[in-house]
């Protein structure tokens, strides 16, 4: 409780009366459920409870503090069942009311905008819509190598039976379990007539602390390389101070699993995932080094599927500070995959504004208590507009944000227990579901026709280079100051 009570006073110190300010429409607020929701067995009108993770700031001011409850009404539940009336699961959630740490409550119009890092859309009214079961990127491909031998039926039926053999139906009825993060986008501004202060301190309390830390800064590698061919990749925007035990047990009281090491197991594993539209939450990453050292810790945080995450790769250095390791991060967020002509193969498409995903990762290491102190620190240097290994432009102000992790022996979590719900019926009904599905599925999104026209689109997009992916930008909990320029030659790069 003592834990708890200091994480509260930290995130939202004191109620500090000022003018009425405005949270203008549009502004993104990010959720993470305290329940879990799933469209076979939730039912409409039950009361869904959220908790905002990241501040919502205007003009410096913290208007909704970390640790807010947001409530609403599940209003709509649709379900697949059978396959015989919908091909896809669907729900919705109306948000209404925003409760501040002090108790006091206010009404909100707001629409759900997204659900992070989910294999499920929403569309413009703000409904979750599921996928179709056979959707998955492998059952396409059998599909279109089906369609490439039409005109012989044994050819058929052996692809008919390798699909069904190597790759498992995906259960599409939708299921978000507790601790699944939405955006929510207010569609009416909202005034508030209280500001919330965030004492996190800063790292440097003297001005021979603060020259260590912008000196070693300065000194350390700022980009990744991947490990085969060598070609700059990832730029390091993070840097840990402290043990990597205590950044074990932070990542994992915020959500994050260390990712598996890539082997021909997990491989394969990642495969069927992608190819089943199935979680693997700690799907392997591709290796790349820092000063010719591959990366000490892998972490990553997914909800149902490979193609979207979060995740950084983990470095350690030579460097100390007050006697504890100091450990450089890279850090982007996958959005999907795609064929990359270029380097002929499949690519994870990334967030091109990679200051999203470190102040994810500032937001989500600070709710949890394991961070003393924090600060984000210029790097005149590097460039704000570069690009990645696969040849993906991106954008960065610079920065790099510096977290001194505590021990984190009893980190604050939001994620109660909860009893499981049932997510599908019983084997009985799946199997009649894939046949009435699959049969469906080939007089419908699997015949030539269709097939030609949605990879003649692919390509034009391709060719006129639409998936640009960049994701609104994400609030953070340390605010960025003003580029700097005027750093001291001591703590400018040779």
């Given at each position: 409780?003592?834990?708890?009570?200091?994480?509260?006073l930290?995130?939202?110190?004191a109620?500090?009366?000022?003018?009425?300010?405005?949270?203008?429409?549009?502004?993104?607020?990010?959720?993470?459920?305290?329940?879990?929701?799933?469209?076979?067995?939730s039912?409409?009108?039950?009361?869904?409870?959220?908790?905002?993770?990241?501040?919502?700031?205007?003009?410096?001011?913290?208007?909704?503090?970390?640790?807010?409850?947001?409530?609403?009404?599940?209003?709509?539940?649709?379900?697949?069942?059978?396959?015989?009336?919908?091909?896809?699961?669907?729900?919705r959630?109306?948000?209404?009311?925003?409760?501040?740490?002090?108790?006091?409550?206010?009404?909100?119009?707001?629409?759900?905008?997204?659900?992070?890092?989910?294999?499920?859309?929403?569309?413009?009214?703000?409904?979750?819509?599921?996928?179709?079961?056979?959707?998955?990127?492998?059952?396409?491909?059998?599909?279109?190598?089906?369609?490439?031998?039409?005109?012989?039926?044994?050819?058929?039926?052996?692809?008919?039976?390798?699909?069904?053999?190597?790759?498992?139906?995906?259960?599409?009825?939708?299921?978000?379990?507790?601790?699944?993060?939405?955006?929510?986008?207010?569609?009416?501004p909202?005034?508030?007539?209280?500001?919330?202060?965030?004492?996190?301190?800063?790292?440097?309390?003297?001005?021979?602390?603060?020259?260590?830390?912008?000196?070693?800064?300065?000194?350390?590698?700022?980009?990744?390389?991947?490990?085969?061919?060598?070609?700059?990749?990832?730029?390091?925007?993070?840097?840990?101070?402290?043990?990597?035990?205590?950044?074990?047990?932070?990542?994992?009281?915020?959500?994050?699993?260390?990712?598996?090491?890539?082997?021909?197991?997990?491989?394969?594993?990642?495969?069927?995932?992608?190819?089943?539209?199935?979680?693997?939450?700690?799907?392997?990453?591709?290796?790349?080094?820092?000063?010719?050292?591959?990366?000490s810790?892998?972490?990553?945080?997914?909800?149902?599927?490979?193609?979207?995450r979060?995740?950084?790769?983990?470095?350690?250095?030579?460097?100390?500070?007050?006697?504890?390791?100091?450990?450089?991060?890279?850090?982007?967020?996958?959005?999907?995959?795609?064929?990359?002509?270029?380097?002929?193969?499949?690519?994870?498409?990334?967030?091109r504004?990679?200051?999203?995903?470190?102040?994810?990762?500032?937001?989500?290491?600070?709710?949890?208590?394991?961070?003393?102190?924090?600060?984000?620190?210029?790097?005149?240097?590097?460039?704000?507009?570069?690009?990645?290994?696969t040849?993906?432009?991106?954008?960065?102000?610079?920065?790099?944000?510096?977290?001194?992790?505590?021990?984190?022996?009893?980190?604050?979590?939001?994620?109660?227990?909860?009893?499981?719900?049932?997510?599908?019926?019983?084997?009985?009904?799946?199997?009649?579901?894939?046949?009435?599905?699959?049969?469906?599925?080939?007089?419908?999104?699997?015949?030539?026709?269709?097939?030609?026209?949605?990879?003649?689109?692919?390509?034009?997009?391709?060719?006129?280079?639409?998936?640009?992916?960049?994701?609104?930008?994400?609030?953070?909990?340390?605010?960025?100051?003003?580029?700097?320029?005027?750093?001291?030659p001591?703590?400018?790069?040779?």
């Amino acid at each position: 409780m003592k834990r708890i009570g200091c994480i509260l006073l930290w995130l939202a110190c004191a109620a500090l009366a000022a003018p009425a300010a405005e949270v203008r429409s549009g502004t993104i607020l990010e959720l993470r459920l305290q329940q879990q929701l799933t469209s076979y067995s939730s039912k409409p009108g039950s009361e869904v409870r959220a908790t905002l993770i990241a501040p919502v700031r205007v003009n410096g001011d913290t208007l909704l503090p970390m640790g807010s409850t947001v409530r609403g009404t599940l209003s709509e539940v649709k379900r697949i069942g059978w396959g015989l009336k919908n091909l896809r699961a669907s729900m919705r959630v109306d948000f209404d009311t925003v409760q501040l740490p002090d108790g006091t409550s206010h009404d909100i119009k707001a629409r759900l905008a997204a659900v992070d890092n989910a294999r499920e859309s929403v569309d413009e009214t703000g409904k979750i819509v599921g996928i179709r079961a056979t959707a998955p990127m492998g059952y396409r491909a059998a599909g279109i190598a089906r369609n490439l031998f039409f005109w012989d039926p044994l050819i058929q039926v052996v692809l008919a039976g390798t699909t069904a053999a190597v790759l498992n139906f995906p259960e599409a009825e939708i299921h978000f379990p507790v601790g699944t993060e939405m955006q929510l986008r207010l569609t009416e501004p909202l005034d508030l007539d209280t500001t919330w202060s965030t004492p996190l301190p800063k790292l440097a309390t003297t001005e021979e602390s603060r020259k260590q830390i912008l000196n070693q800064i300065r000194a350390m590698t700022w980009r990744t390389q991947t490990k085969t061919s060598a070609k700059p990749a990832d730029i390091v925007n993070l840097v840990f101070l402290g043990d990597p035990e205590w950044l074990e047990r932070a990542f994992s009281a915020a959500g994050w699993s260390e990712a598996d090491r890539l082997t021909k197991s997990t491989g394969w594993k990642t495969f069927h995932s992608f190819a089943e539209a199935r979680p693997y939450e700690k799907a392997p990453m591709s290796p790349m080094t820092l000063d010719e050292n591959p990366a000490s810790l892998q972490f990553s945080k997914s909800l149902n599927n490979y193609s979207r995450r979060h995740h950084l790769r983990v470095f350690n250095q030579a460097e100390q500070w007050n006697g504890h390791p100091v450990l450089a991060a890279s850090s982007t967020q996958d959005l999907a995959i795609t064929v990359s002509f270029s380097n002929r193969r499949l690519i994870h498409v990334i967030d091109r504004n990679i200051d999203n995903e470190r102040a994810k990762i500032v937001n989500d290491l600070v709710y949890t208590g394991c961070v003393d102190a924090a600060e984000i620190i210029h790097r005149p240097w590097v460039p704000t507009n570069t690009e990645v290994a696969t040849g993906e432009q991106i954008q960065t102000d610079g920065a790099v944000a510096v977290l001194e992790i505590n021990p984190c022996r009893n980190p604050y979590r939001t994620l109660p227990g909860e009893d499981p719900m049932a997510v599908s019926g019983g084997w009985w009904q799946r199997l009649g579901r894939q046949v009435v599905l699959t049969i469906g599925n080939d007089f419908t999104f699997n015949n030539p026709i269709y097939q030609a026209g949605k990879g003649t689109q692919f390509l034009l997009r391709r060719a006129l280079k639409k998936e640009d992916r960049t994701q609104p930008v994400r609030a953070s909990l340390l605010p960025v100051p003003e580029r700097q320029t005027d750093l001291s030659p001591a703590v400018l790069p040779d």
